[in-house]
């Protein structure tokens, strides 16, 4: 079992930026494809931004694709995600995901596409 621990959350204004960071811990040197997903108050969990193991082929959907930027490091077992132009809308939990393997699967935009989720961070995007 992976260990995930999400940070960087807050609040921040509207066209405001935050970076948030999910470190992984627990099974050194497995492959794992990872993906940041949202949750608002209310609504279903909403898949968000998916990197391979290698961090060759990274994806987001159309929403946010022009906004955020996912990024891993694996020296540091680290995967952030970089948010910028915050609208009130993105305002949720956000999660990050793992799934063992140098895939992401059939179905990288499922939840249960994923092996292992962190607490989750707040993000607040409000004036």
């Known amino acids: 079992q992976v260990h995930l621990v999400e940070t960087g959350g807050g609040l921040v204004q509207p066209g405001g930026s935050l970076r948030l960071s999910c470190a992984a811990s627990?099974?050194?040197?497995?492959?794992?494809?990872m993906a940041w997903f949202r949750q608002a108050p209310g609504k279903e969990r909403e898949f968000l931004c998916s990197?391979?193991?290698?961090?060759?082929?990274?994806w987001c959907v159309d929403s946010v694709k022009d906004r955020f930027i996912i990024s891993r490091d694996n020296t540091k077992n680290t995967v952030d995600l970089q948010m910028n132009n915050l609208k009130e809308d993105d305002t949720a939990v956000y999660y990050c995901?793992?799934?063992?393997?140098?895939?992401?699967?059939?179905?990288?935009?499922?939840?249960?596409?994923?092996?292992?989720w962190g607490q989750g961070t707040q993000v607040t995007v409000s004036s």
């Open positions: 995901a793992s799934r063992n393997g140098r895939s992401l699967g059939v179905h990288p935009r499922r939840p249960d596409n994923y092996d292992d």
């Open positions: 627990g099974r050194p040197g497995g492959e794992r494809g």
């Open positions: 990197v391979t193991w290698s961090g060759r082929t990274t």
